[in-house]
């Protein structure tokens, strides 16, 4: 076999060794939780670059999407329909606030922090947020920071 057949081999190898690794997560948008009125369950995820997170409306009226100013700088931001499933595949670092528009005053929203160390952590804490949003997500970011 030539060398250059085995270079071809071996990217291979990596490139499905990197499809292996990579996972699905699910979060459901609730009406009723475990934390309340108005939740994504689970509401914070730490998962790895190149993990996909499939957002299901398991009750009607909500969506998902990425809260201003609480993305990693070079990441695209993410807007779901109304009561439609999105999937999302996360490849840049950090951490990503994410709401249901219409419950976003009532506090439905979530933490996903992707990678070891999540640089924007200080920066998606400070965004503005309403009160009871602000409830849920200090105790995301308090587990970020464990």
């Known amino acids: 076999m030539g060398t250059t057949a085995i ?3 071996a990217a291979m190898a990596l490139i499905g060794a990197t499809a292996v690794r990579a996972s699905e997560h699910e979060v459901q948008m609730l009406n009723r939780g475990e934390e309340g009125m108005m939740v994504f369950e689970p509401a914070y995820l730490q998962i790895a670059p190149g993990d996909t997170v499939r957002f299901v409306p398991t009750d009607p009226g909500h969506n998902a999407e990425t809260v201003r100013g609480m993305i990693p700088d070079g990441a695209e931001p993410f807007k779901g ?18 709401m249901c528009l219409p419950h976003f ?12 160390d999540p640089g924007n952590l200080d920066a998606a804490e400070g965004a503005r947020v309403p009160p009871k949003a602000r409830e849920r997500y200090d105790g995301y970011f308090a587990q970020a920071r464990q």
């Open 105 to 116: 005053a009532m506090g439905m929203v979530g933490l996903i922090v992707v990678g070891e």
């Open 81 to 98: 329909r109304i009561g439609q499933e999105v999937t999302v595949t996360f490849d840049v670092e950090g951490a990503y606030g994410y």
């Open 7 to 9: 270079a071809g081999l």
